[in-house]
Antibody
């Protein structure tokens, strides 16, 4: 059974960074890209970017290029997203989602709530 | 970026009814469209991909279709568990973009 288990909720001070994890199981981690999606409170979904765990290659949406850094550890089948220079606009739930070759997302993590507060 | 205009923003329907949700793409996305269902406090679940292919395990009362740049999700014989928010996503060109969502309420 494919599962994406994300880390727990985070609280970050303005200007600080947080790092969220997404541990994959039930499939070969390096066979699929991992996407990250942001959902602001009561809002829709924004694609942040993807990482290919096999090669470490990444692609980001323009607005997240200076905000997010995607990495992956193939030894632990875990993908990470680091969010830097936090502002109130970063308060949101962040999902990891496995990417199929066609580009759609077939499995999602449970989401991590990040709250930016002083 | 490709814009996805989703309608309606919300709708209310009764058990057993049929509803249709639409997404209009700002340019041709060549059937590269997915539909997701999201319940409160949960992550989105894939329903339909490539405009009309049903994801494994999804009930057959869900179906997708297209006409030009207009894509539709139809839900037949509404069940109580269908109350949720539905999103479309174009996966033709980066960045992937989503519709704003349709909140479906059961009467």
């Amino acid at each position: 059974e494919v599962q994406l288990q994300q880390s727990g909720p985070e609280v970050g001070r303005p200007g600080s960074s947080v790092k969220i994890s997404c541990k994959a199981s039930g499939y070969t981690f390096t066979d699929y890209v991992m996407n990250w999606v942001k959902q602001s409170p009561g809002q829709g979904l924004e694609w942040i970017g993807w990482i290919d765990p096999e090669y470490g290659s990444t692609d980001y949406a323009e607005k997240f290029k200076k905000k997010a850094t995607l990495t992956a550890d193939t030894s632990s089948n875990t993908a990470y997203i680091q969010l830097s220079s936090l502002t109130s606009e970063d308060t949101a739930t962040y999902f990891c989602a496995r990417g199929q070759l066609g580009g759609y997302f077939d499995y999602w993590g449970q989401g991590v709530m990040v709250t930016v507060s002083s | 970026d490709i814009q996805m205009t989703q309608s309606p923003a919300s709708l209310s329907a009764s058990l057993g009814e049929t509803v249709t949700i639409e997404c209009l793409a700002s340019e041709d996305i060549y059937s590269n469209l997915a539909w997701y269902q999201q319940k409160p406090g949960k992550s989105p679940q894939l329903l339909i991909y490539d405009a009309s292919s049903l994801q494994d395990g999804v009930p057959s009362r869900f179906s997708g279709s297209e006409s030009g740049t207009q894509y539709s999700l139809e839900i037949n014989s509404l069940q109580s568990e269908d109350a949720a928010t539905y999103f479309c996503q174009q996966h033709h060109d980066y960045p992937d973009t989503f519709g704003a969502g349709t909140k479906l309420e059961l009467k």
